[in-house]
């Protein structure tokens, strides 16, 4: 049988498992796709062969998508992003010494608190981050929290780009004393000593929009049914990516050498939720630390596209620009994507603090499978009446829910915007540096 041949673009990184394992494990072969999987060490040069028409799709970070479509560093040229590969599964790590001074213990620490001892040692030396590209979620997510804590990006602490598999030679070398990267670097850091996990960025944005399959807009529409096939066998993969039984035949599909390089056992404790934080201490479990596979994870969510245009502008000092926005949302292609998606995004709004939402992603019908909020079919009438039905109740609930810790926390914005599955809005508001109210 003659295959549709797909040259997919990669980092070495654990989120890039969903086409490895469709390739490896045949699902792509299943749906008539033929799978190629081309290595690089660094998103630009991802960026540059896919451009360039040296590969047919890549693995992505999603704000660099957008950042092509909308011409940032480069000439403009239009995209696609028809399936999301994964969300979250980055973290923010330490070097040794800055744990220390931060006093961070053996586990994951809370986001306000260890900021506070951050900007307390920030205030005395001048502290710089890597993160792997100046447009990534990395990036925005780590200036998101930083700003939330009363640290002035670019002011009290200087943020620069590292590649992903040298974020933990750049700590030993003392080159920077924190990355925000994905896994495995993270745990390596940890167990060669150098690191220590601050946080998660789940707990900035709990089902953050991480990397995505991007295609250039025009070999998407060309190749639609081919497209179709291939996003059927990432769904595949991701299925068997979160089988208990299967984790540790994915882990060493993704340890080898063509693949991410790295050590067996990091990669299976980032499959698997588990994180070393300290060097020599035992895994924590921290739930849903990567989410590769339902409540909507693989959806191209404009909302999601929103919120990180609107990071963008925020801190490249950019106007806003409606036409910017239609083109940073119109990224997000899910016409190319299977039939049963949600037909629309739900939205609600609640007057909490984003990271502290921790209702938004698990409460009351969330954690549904295909059941009845989405509706058998999708688009079918009693469906959408029980989700106005279902709406209606949620708005009126949060109308009561009360501020956590019995008020606004200092240099948070309220009125805070989120969707039902814990995705960012449209319009989304924006944390307050001090002096900014």
């Known amino acids: 049988m003659s295959l549709d041949r797909f040259r997919i673009g990669f980092v070495p990184l654990v989120d890039a498992a969903l086409p490895i394992l469709a390739h490896e494990l045949g ?69 040794t010494a800055l744990g220390e001074a931060c006093g961070l213990g053996e586990g994951l620490g809370d986001p306000i608190a260890v900021g506070a001892a951050l900007r307390a040692v920030a205030a005395r030396q001048r502290l710089r981050f890597g993160v792997v590209h100046r447009h990534s979620s990395h990036n925005y997510m780590l200036r998101y929290w930083l700003a939330g804590v009363g640290i002035r990006p670019d002011t009290d602490v200087d ?36 690191g220590r996990i601050a946080l998660a960025t789940a707990q900035i944005w709990r089902r953050g929009v991480e990397k995505v399959l991007a295609m250039r807009a025009d070999q998407a529409e060309e190749r639609r049914d081919a497209v179709l096939r291939l996003i059927r066998a990432l769904h595949a993969a991701a299925a068997h990516f979160i089988d208990p039984e299967t984790v540790e035949q994915s882990a060493e599909i993704l340890s ?36 590769q596979y339902r409540e909507a994870a693989n959806f191209p969510w404009r909302s999601q596209a929103g919120w990180l245009h609107a990071q963008m502008v925020r801190w490249e000092g950019l106007p806003f620009s409606n036409a910017d926005a239609a083109t940073a949302q119109g ?54 009446s029980i989700r106005m039905i279902f709406r209606g109740i949620w708005r009126h609930f949060l109308r009561f829910l009360p501020q956590r810790g019995g008020g606004r926390p200092s240099g948070l914005t309220e009125g805070v915007t989120l969707s039902i599955a814990g995705h960012p809005p449209t319009r989304c ?7 900014e109210e």
């Not at 660099?64 to 790590?93: E, S």
């Not at 992903?164 to 745990?187: K, M, R, T, Y």
């Not at 080898?256 to 994180?275: Q, V």
């Open 27 to 95: 699902f792509a072969e299943e749906q008539g796709v033929g799978v190629e999987m081309v290595r690089d060490v660094t998103w630009a040069a991802v960026r540059d062969r896919l451009l360039y028409g040296h590969t047919d799709a890549a693995h992505m970070v999603a704000p660099l998508a957008i950042a092509t479509a909308l011409g940032r560093d480069r000439p403009a040229v239009p995209m696609a992003v028809p399936f999301v590969l994964g969300l979250n599964g980055n973290a923010i790590t330490f070097s």
């Open 159 to 194: 943020i620069v780009v590292t590649s992903p598999p040298f974020a933990a030679d750049a700590l030993a070398a003392g080159e920077v004393d924190g990355i925000c990267v994905g896994e495995p670097w993270n745990s390596i850091a940890v167990d060669r000593g150098v």
């Open 256 to 291: 080898r050498p063509h693949y991410l390089d790295a050590p067996m056992g990091a990669i299976l404790r980032a499959i698997t939720d588990r994180i070393r934080v300290v060097p020599g201490g035992e895994p924590v479990h921290y739930p849903d630390f990567m989410f």
């Open 331 to 384: 990224c997000s292609a899910p016409t190319c994507t299977a039939p049963r998606w949600p037909d629309r995004e739900r939205r609600c709004r609640a007057r909490v603090p984003s990271w502290k939402a921790r209702w938004s992603s698990r409460s009351g019908r969330d954690r549904r499978k295909g059941g009845w909020c989405w509706g058998a079919t999708g688009s079918s009438t009693g469906g959408r």
């Open 429 to 435: 508001a924006r944390h307050l540096l001090p002096g």
